[in-house]
Nanobody
Framework: QVQLVDAGGGLVQAGGSLRLSCAASGRTFSSYGMGWFRQAPGKEREFVAVISRSGISTVYADSVKGRFTISRDNAKNMVYLQMNSLKPEDTAVYYC?????????????????WGQGTQVTVSS
């Protein structure tokens, strides 16, 4: 069992930055690939980024590539999403998630545990 707590969202102007964090409970954190997803009002939850269990490999959605960076600290059971050059279309609730699939999963059914979400609002 893994419990995830998302934090770090807020209101920011376009072009600004935010750093999201996700704290995980349990001693098996390094056994999970960790992803970030987001969901805007009236839209489906979409993939943002994923990082491998070791932290060596990452995959990003095209819409955030070059602006967002996912990282993890297995010693602290933490995963982060650094978001730079934010745009109004980045506005959404952001969720971290843990996957035991062993691959860099980009689809929601591949994830076993989810955080509660943190709101990010980017004003124009």
């Amino acid at each position: 069992q893994v419990q995830l707590v998302d934090a770090g969202g807020g209101l920011v102007q376009a072009g600004g930055s935010l750093r999201l964090s996700c704290a995980a409970s349990g001693r098996t954190f390094s056994s999970y690939g960790m992803g970030w997803f987001r969901q805007a009002p009236g839209k489906e939850r979409e993939f943002v980024a994923v990082i491998s269990r070791s932290g060596i490999s990452t995959v990003y959605a095209d819409s955030v590539k070059g602006r967002f960076t996912i990282s993890r600290d297995n010693a602290k059971n933490m995963v982060y999403l650094q978001m730079n050059s934010l745009k109004p279309e980045d506005t959404a609730v952001y969720y971290c998630a843990a996957s035991s699939s062993g691959v860099l999963a980009t689809r929601t059914p591949s994830y076993d545990y989810w955080g509660q979400g943190t709101q990010v609002t980017v004003s124009s």
